[in-house]
Structure formats: C-alpha cells, structure tokens
C-alpha cells in the first residue's frame, strides 16, 4: 500500500490563480514580499485580484447541489457499495439515493457545463479576529466533502444499474465524476486539488473493476465506446499551487513577526504561533520547542529557509517524473531536517500532492492502454504479442515512475500489464505488499 495521504496537507492555500497573470512563473515574480513592520495585506490583495474574475459557470450548480445534499450515516457501507457489483441490496444505501435524487442530479448537471471557478466563500471581517486566522479558518471551498460524497453516490448509483444490466448509467456516472475532477483541477487550494485526484482514483478503479466484472469484455467495449474520449484528461499540473502555497507561507511568516520591523518576534507571536498549529494542521512542533530557534533566526533568515525549501521544491517538480519519484526522499529528509521550526512545518509534507498525482496518472495511462489492448483482441481474435503492437508508442504507454514503457507480458491465457511502482524496482508482477511500497502496481489482471 502507498503512503496515507494527509486529509488536509500543510496549509489550505487561500489563493486562486489569478486573471492577469500569464502564468505560474509570472505569479513566482509577481507575488507581493512579506514584511514585519509594514505587512502585506495578503487576504486583501487576493480578493483585489480574485474579484477581477467573473463568478460563472458551473459554481453556483455545485454549491446550491451540495447544500442539498445529506451526509450518510453509514460511510462505510457506501464505500462498499462503490467497490463493485452490489453482493446484496442494501437498503439504507437505496434510501439514501432517492432521499438525494436531486442533489446527485444537481452535480452531473453542474459537470457537464464547460466552465467552472468555485472562489473561495469567506465569511464577513470581524474585529476580533485577524487576517490570518479568517484565512485559514475559513478561506477553503464550502462544503468541499460534499464534491467527495456526491461522487461516491454517482457511482454507488452506476453500481446499482450495472447489478439490473444496465452497463451505460455506470459508464454515465463515471464520466460525471471525472468532469467534477476536472473543474476542481484549476483550484489553488491542494486541498480542492487532493479531492479532485481522489475522485479520479475511485473513477479509474470503478472502470478496471467493470472491465473485471464484465460478461463479455466486446460487450464491455461497445457500452464504454461513447465514454473513451474521458479518458484523454490528464490531472493539472501543481506548480501554480506551489507558488501560491509560498505566498500562503509568507503570510503566515509575517504575522510572526508582525510589526517589529527589526525583525524580532511580535508580542502575540506565541498565540499565532499555537493558533495556527491547532487550527491549520500545519504539522509545527510545540511553541516551547521552537520559540529559542526562531528567536535566534529572526525574520530575514526565517524567510530565507522558507525561499530556499520552495526553490528546492520547484526545481524538484520541474523534473520528469520519474527522476522526481527518484528524488523525493532526500527532498524529504531535507526539509525534515530543517533547523528552522517555521520553515519544517511549512514544507514538510509538500512533495505529496505530485507523488499522489503520479499514482493517478499511472492508473489514469494504463486504463488508456488496457482499453486499447482489448480493443485489439476484439478486432483480431488474439492478444498482442508486443504493447506497442496493439498501444502503439504515445506518451500514454510510458509508465510515469520508470519513464519508459509499461511492462507487458503474455501468459498462458492472457496478459500481464503492469508499473514498477513508486519503489521503481521490476517485481515481476508483485503487487504492493499491505504497509510497504515494495511491489508492482498491477494495471491487468485487476485485483
């Protein structure tokens, strides 16, 4: 299995990628410096640029649909029921479908219009609380779980049709989700980002395990024919998430030290410091730890530890991925070994959200070539003897943590289709051990 990832990674970035500025390199050069004695009003500027963009498309569909939708008092029968074929009818899962008929509808609809910019739902400024604190509290996308239990009501519904044989509404459902994860592909916040990757996930794994299930994989292939072209969608890419996750850490930076322009720690530095910690799962140790440290540091080279991790960590996402995959441990340990309390728990964790994304492009290019393989073996009668003899030779055939092609194999009576994984090692086919990263990420046959 692969390493857990976080619910909520370091910091919920509170920015959106702005109208005006061309791209995540401009936004690097662009994105005002933090200063103790006189700080940037980060929140304000923000909205200043957020507020150059119209609200429309798809938004106010998603939001009105989740304020409908009820939560589910048994998750895990649910997950259940979007892990395959129905073995019973269980009838509180069917209740809780027509109790949400409308709001499961309100979000396919809301995923079939083209555009789609969520923006961030503040609450109004209060007095008694500051800048940052409204940030991180409340700066996140409403009710971003609903997008997570909507999709898994779409396809525990697309499970429920598949079990009365009728293939094409699990094909319907699958299709709504990955659009739902496309519109949350363009938000700032990693954590709308790692909602949107886990959606494509359970997406990919309802159709390998279809694909598994089906009868007749031609039958399979006629159902699904419509539905291909989804599978050309690829997930974004995170470097203007990166860069606005910077801006995120400054904020945080200069409210430390806030109003002491000679760099030394404010008087409230201690409550920010602890709120933070509590309230923002920014995993920073205890202020009795670190206050020693940064007072030592001071702002100027605080900054500097935190502008040098974040060098580190686009130079590091600039790489293929497969030498990025090579290279996220020690990026890692570097920042784990930071001496700096603030700019360890600012950085830490921030490699994630790509090696997530790898997993899911794996899964994502080897669904692309096990429709092709069988596509072929529908048309000749035969399996390929070769993956570029039925996949041909595009980026899609190359297994991202190797940077070479997928590994396949002829047996007895089928095919061997397989990634060597995030440890990079052929295993010949072994999939991944439950708690290790040792072993293969097994594309075909499915387990």
């Given at each position: 299995?692969?390493?857990?990832?976080?619910?909520?990674?370091?910091?919920?970035?509170?920015?959106?990628?702005?109208?005006?500025?061309?791209?995540?390199?401009?936004?690097?050069?662009?994105?005002?410096?933090?200063?103790?004695?006189?700080?940037?009003?980060?929140?304000?500027?923000?909205?200043?640029?957020?507020?150059?963009?119209?609200?429309?498309?798809?938004?106010?569909?998603?939001?009105?649909?989740?304020?409908?939708?009820?939560?589910?008092?048994?998750?895990?029968?649910?997950?259940?029921?979007?892990?395959?074929?129905?073995?019973?009818?269980?009838?509180?899962?069917?209740?809780?479908?027509?109790?949400?008929?409308?709001?499961?509808?309100?979000?396919?609809?809301?995923?079939?219009?083209?555009?789609?910019?969520?923006?961030?739902?503040?609450?109004?400024?209060?007095?008694?609380?500051?800048?940052?604190?409204?940030?991180?509290?409340?700066?996140?996308?409403?009710?971003?779980?609903?997008?997570?239990?909507?999709?898994?009501?779409?396809?525990?519904?697309?499970?429920?049709?598949?079990?009365?044989?009728?293939?094409?509404?699990?094909?319907?459902?699958?299709?709504?989700?990955?659009?739902?994860?496309?519109?949350?592909?363009?938000?700032?916040?990693?954590?709308?980002?790692?909602?949107?990757?886990?959606?494509?996930?359970?997406?990919?794994?309802?159709?390998?395990?279809?694909?598994?299930?089906?009868?007749?994989?031609?039958?399979?292939?006629?159902?699904?024919?419509?539905?291909?072209?989804?599978?050309?969608?690829?997930?974004?890419?995170?470097?203007?998430?990166?860069?606005?996750?910077?801006?995120?850490a400054w904020d945080v930076l200069q409210h430390i030290f806030a109003s002491r322009s000679d760099g030394t720690m404010s008087r409230n530095a201690m409550a920010i410091y602890e709120d933070i910690r509590k309230t923002s799962r920014i995993p920073l140790t205890p202020w009795a730890e670190a206050q020693s440290s940064l007072s030592e540091a001071g702002f100027s080279r605080t900054k500097a530890d935190i502008d040098g991790g974040f060098e580190r960590l686009v130079a590091w996402n600039?790489?293929?991925?497969?030498?990025?995959?090579?290279?996220?441990?020690?990026?890692?340990?570097?920042?784990?070994?930071?001496?700096?309390?603030?700019?360890?728990?600012?950085?830490?964790?921030?490699?994630?959200?790509?090696?997530?994304?790898?997993?899911?492009?794996?899964?994502?290019?080897?669904?692309?070539?096990?429709?092709?393989?069988?596509?072929?073996?529908?048309?000749?009668?035969?399996?390929?003897?070769?993956?570029?003899?039925?996949?041909?030779?595009?980026?899609?055939?190359?297994?991202?943590?190797?940077?070479?092609?997928?590994?396949?194999?002829?047996?007895?009576?089928?095919?061997?289709?397989?990634?060597?994984?995030?440890?990079?090692?052929?295993?010949?086919?072994?999939?991944?051990?439950?708690?290790?990263?040792?072993?293969?990420?097994?594309?075909?046959?499915?387990?």
């Amino acid at each position: 299995m692969k390493r857990a990832i976080p619910r909520t990674l370091c910091l919920l970035t509170c920015f959106l990628s702005f109208a005006g500025i061309a791209s995540a390199e401009d936004l690097w050069q662009n994105t005002p410096a933090p200063h103790p004695g006189d700080p940037i009003d980060y929140f304000a500027w923000f909205h200043g640029v957020e507020n150059q963009r119209s609200k429309r498309g798809a938004s106010p569909y998603y939001m009105e649909a989740a304020q409908q939708l009820s939560n589910i008092e048994n998750p895990p029968l649910l997950n259940r029921a979007i892990a395959g074929p129905w073995a019973d009818r269980p009838g509180d899962i069917d209740a809780w479908l027509a109790e949400n008929r409308s709001a499961l509808e309100g979000f396919r609809k809301a995923s079939r219009m083209q555009t789609c910019r969520m923006g961030l739902r503040t609450t109004p400024r209060t007095t008694d609380i500051s800048e940052l604190r409204l940030m991180l509290r409340y700066c996140v996308v409403q009710r971003l779980f609903a997008f997570d239990l909507a999709t898994k009501g779409l396809l525990a519904d697309g499970w429920r049709s598949w079990d009365q044989s009728d293939r094409p509404v699990l094909f319907d459902r699958v299709a709504a989700c990955l659009r739902i994860a496309r519109h949350l592909d363009p938000e700032a916040p990693i954590a709308a980002r790692m909602t949107g990757l886990a959606i494509r996930e359970r997406s990919y794994r309802t159709l390998y395990n279809a694909l598994t299930n089906a009868a007749d994989p031609a039958t399979f292939l006629d159902d699904f024919s419509k539905y291909r072209p989804m599978l050309a969608h690829k997930p974004n890419e995170l470097t203007r998430a990166y860069a606005l996750e910077r801006a995120s850490a400054w904020d945080v930076l200069q409210h430390i030290f806030a109003s002491r322009s000679d760099g030394t720690m404010s008087r409230n530095a201690m409550a920010i410091y602890e709120d933070i910690r509590k309230t923002s799962r920014i995993p920073l140790t205890p202020w009795a730890e670190a206050q020693s440290s940064l007072s030592e540091a001071g702002f100027s080279r605080t900054k500097a530890d935190i502008d040098g991790g974040f060098e580190r960590l686009v130079a590091w996402n600039a790489l293929p991925t497969h030498k990025a995959v090579a290279a996220s441990a020690d990026l890692e340990h570097y920042f784990e070994e930071l001496q700096n309390p603030l700019a360890r728990g600012l950085l830490k964790d921030l490699t994630i959200p790509r090696m997530y994304r790898t997993r899911i492009e794996t899964l994502r290019r080897g669904l692309v070539c096990l429709v092709r393989i069988m596509e072929f073996r529908k048309a000749t009668g035969s399996w390929p003897r070769s993956l570029s003899e039925a996949a041909g030779r595009d980026e899609d055939t190359i297994d991202p943590y190797s940077g070479k092609p997928f590994i396949f194999a002829r047996t007895r009576e089928s095919i061997l289709l397989y990634s060597v994984g995030s440890d990079q090692k052929d295993d010949a086919g072994r999939s991944y051990l439950p708690g290790s990263e040792a072993g293969d990420l097994v594309i075909w046959p499915w387990r």
